[in-house]
């Protein structure tokens, strides 16, 4: 096999759920932030060591991060980021010298968006807002995603949350599991069939959600902790 470890770092959460009916923020949201390493599969390949959506603060992270895996962040080689919204990055800080990926539709919408916002403040007689430009340089270092980033580990996209929303299927004799990002945002979210109401397209992330059902075996969600699905317990 060529995964040789799948770690939750951290096991993420939403500031509401309206299953649980909460209709106003009661805690900070963070991302779920998965770990992979891999062995030597490919003759011309490395062992990469992939972090996906890096949510919680850099200190904090890079500190779970220890206590889960014994790694230190300069350990990481590539950090993958399911979308671009920004809780799912706070702790990018912390891997300056691993390579960012993420796919290469949410990089184009998250350019567009950035280009709509500049144009919105010249167009109202303003200066842009400097985060803009510091939303620039962040992203100009975020390199697409290749199909495979590593063997057995595959880009799977499941727009519809954002644009290029993007999970990660990793392929195993006996199981599939997939990364979903923000397509599935827990556990209680999969088994209503529910996604969440702020989609860029909400019908795309239903259609992404149905698909899940048919493939998925473990699936480990944007705010909360991996769970077997009904395939698995059916299989």
């Not at 759920?17 to 106003?24: A, C, G, K, S, V």
């Not at 010249?122 to 939303?135: K, R, S, V």
């Not at 599939?176 to 795309?204: E, M, R, W």
Request: aromatic share 6%; hydrophobic share 40%; with cysteine.
């Amino acid at each position: 096999r060529s995964l040789r470890d799948l770690i939750l770092v951290s096991i993420g959460t939403l500031s509401k759920n309206p299953l649980w009916n909460e209709r106003i923020p009661v805690r900070t949201s963070h991302a779920t932030t998965t770990l992979l390493r891999t062995t030597v599969a490919d003759t011309d390949r490395a062992p990469r060591t992939i972090l996906v959506d890096p949510s919680l603060p850099a200190q904090i992270l890079a500190a779970r991060l220890e206590e889960r895996s014994g790694l230190r962040p300069d350990a990481v080689t590539h950090v993958f980021l399911t979308n671009w919204r920004p809780i799912h990055r706070r702790g990018l800080d912390a891997f300056p010298h691993a390579t960012w990926w993420m796919h290469e539709t949410e990089i184009d919408a998250a350019s567009e968006a950035l280009d709509r916002a500049t144009q919105a403040a010249e167009n109202q007689g303003h200066t842009p807002d400097p985060l803009i430009q510091q939303e620039r340089d962040l992203l100009a270092r975020v390199h697409p995603a290749p199909d495979d980033l590593a063997a057995g580990v595959d880009l799977y996209p499941l727009p519809g949350y954002t644009p290029g929303q993007c999970g990660l299927l990793i392929s195993e004799p006996t199981r599939t599991t997939i990364i979903a990002g923000d397509a599935v945002p827990t556990a209680a979210h999969f088994l209503a069939g529910q996604v969440f109401p702020d989609c860029y397209d909400l019908a795309k992330a239903k259609e992404s959600l149905g698909e899940l059902y048919e493939v998925a075996d473990l699936i480990i969600p944007g705010h909360d902790n991996l769970f077997l699905t009904p395939r698995a317990h059916s299989v």
